[in-house]
């Protein structure tokens, strides 16, 4: 079974650029959930979606928004890109957010943005 | 809140067993999660605790006690693409009365194994 894919792998910005960013979960997941990782502040939740609706969101700006299709992929955009938010853009997919074990989250290859 | 507590670093030699605290206080809790991560690379799940007690796969264990907000990793017979960040997560509703759950991660534990 393939795994998270996330695309592209790296990409370059500047300041004031939006960018949109792609995964696609494992076959049969339903729920996506993003996160951006940065050296100083570890991994931070942005949002989770499932069947297509946002269920929970994390702490950050309007900028961060994100949608899912009815195949479950996902996309996230942000806005007006400022310098601190180059990081590694991470999503992880499951099966249902409603707990238990077979809700292990498991996480694709990562986008890493520069802002310049 | 939620507040989950790991050193920052840590170093073990090649073939010895080292130990990883993680500390946590979550307003509720639907198990703990161990991540790895090796530099440049996503995190890949080791092991998830719901009930208190220990958990073996191999080489690796992970042990909770609820009661104390407390869990530790421990590795065996440590080899050298044993270095890697490890992350604690505990899954937590994401907010009080809410039917789904959030993983909050601490910041993870860079582990060097030298020879």
């Known amino acids: 079974k393939a795994g998270v894919t996330q695309t592209p792998r790296y990409l370059i910005k500047t300041r004031g650029q939006q960018v949109t960013l792609s995964c696609s979960p494992i076959?049969?997941?339903?729920?996506v959930s993003w996160y951006q990782q940065t050296p100083g502040q570890g991994l931070q939740f942005l949002f989770e979606y499932f069947s297509e609706t946002q269920r929970n969101k994390g702490n950050f700006p309007g900028r961060f928004s994100g949608r899912q299709f009815s195949n479950s992929r996902s996309e996230m955009n942000v806005s007006t890109l400022e310098l601190g938010d180059s990081a590694l853009y991470l999503c992880?997919?499951?099966?249902?957010?409603?707990?238990?074990?077979?809700?292990?989250?498991?996480f694709g290859p990562g986008t890493r943005l520069t802002v310049l | 809140g939620q507040n989950i507590d790991q050193p920052t670093e840590m170093t073990a030699t090649e073939g010895a067993i080292v130990q990883i605290n993680c500390t946590y206080q979550t307003s509720g809790f639907n198990g703990l999660f161990w991540y790895q991560q090796h530099a440049g690379e996503a995190p890949t799940f080791l092991s998830y605790n719901v009930l208190d007690g220990l958990e073996e796969k191999g080489r690796f264990s992970s042990f909770l006690s609820r009661s104390k907000g407390y869990s530790y990793l421990l590795l065996k017979e440590l080899q050298m693409k044993d270095s890697a960040s490890y992350l604690c997560?505990?899954?937590?509703?994401?907010?009080?009365?809410?039917?789904?759950?959030?993983?909050?991660f601490g910041k993870g534990t860079k582990l060097s194994v030298i020879p």
């Open positions: 997560a505990v899954r937590a509703p994401a907010y009080s009365g809410a039917g789904s759950y959030q993983l909050t």
């Open positions: 992880a997919s499951s099966w249902t957010t409603s707990g238990g074990g077979s809700d292990t989250q498991y």
């Open positions: 076959s049969g997941h339903r729920s």
